[in-house]
Each structure stands twice: as structure tokens, then as C-alpha cells.
């Protein structure tokens, strides 16, 4: 499986980015994808999570202010992040797996900066 992430950027606070990922190769068996995120010093977090039937979680930091959605047809998850603070700077990892709890494939890291 691999997976290509695009979209991250720089943005000013409280303003918005959409990150996306496509997933290709032996796709057929993944059921789940989501995001992960390694803001700088500090370990990589779980950001959100959906299977390809909707299912979806959220860490608690994000929730209310990012959305995670899938397009089964093209295999693309995609991170819709609202009212961005500094603290989600962050390299943001696309994940991949055949379970919310088992998202084991990773694709390369997009970076998101927040600041003014």
C-alpha cells in the first residue's frame, strides 16, 4: 500500500487548510484511513480516523474544528481542518490499515505551520 498526502502549507490562526491522501497498490485491503501528526519535540498523535463505511473518531483536541472524510471510489481520505492554532503545527501523516485501531501503513509527512 502506499500512500501520497498533499495540501499542508502555511496558514495565519484561525484560518482553514484541506489536507488529502490517495492511496494506491494493494488498496482492496484497507477498510480504514485517517491522520496522524508530529508537532515539533513531541511524539506523533492520532488526529482522526474513518472506515469506508463513515465511521469516524477524533483526538479531543481537534474535534469540533477538523472534519475527516472518504471517497471510496478514488481511495482519497481527506482532512478538512478549520480554525487552525498554532498548536497544530505539526508534520501531518496519512494512515492506512483494516481497522480504526489498526492503522499500520504510512505515507510521507506534509507539513502544516501555523503563524502569524
Known amino acids: 500500500v502506499q500512500l501520497q498526502a498533499s495540501g499542508g502549507g502555511l496558514v495565519q490562526p484561525g484560518g482553514s487548510l484541506r489536507l488529502s491522501c490517495t492511496g494506491s497498490?494493494?488498496?482492496?485491503?484497507?477498510?480504514?484511513m485517517g491522520w496522524s501528526r508530529q508537532p515539533p519535540g513531541k511524539q506523533r498523535e492520532l488526529v482522526a480516523g474513518?472506515?469506508?463505511?463513515?465511521?469516524?473518531n477524533y483526538a479531543d483536541p481537534v474535534k469540533g474544528r477538523f472534519t475527516i472524510s472518504i471517497d471510496n471510489a478514488k481511495n482519497t481520505v481527506y482532512l478538512q481542518m478549520n480554525n487552525l492554532k498554532p498548536e497544530d503545527t505539526a508534520v501531518y501523516f496519512c494512515?492506512?490499515?483494516?481497522?480504526?485501531?489498526?492503522?499500520?501503513?504510512w505515507g510521507p509527512g506534509t507539513q502544516v505551520t501555523v503563524s502569524s
Open positions: 497498490g494493494n488498496i482492496f485491503s484497507i477498510t480504514a
Open positions: 494512515n492506512a490499515g483494516v481497522s480504526l485501531g489498526s492503522l499500520k501503513y
Open positions: 474513518i472506515t469506508r463505511r463513515g465511521t469516524t
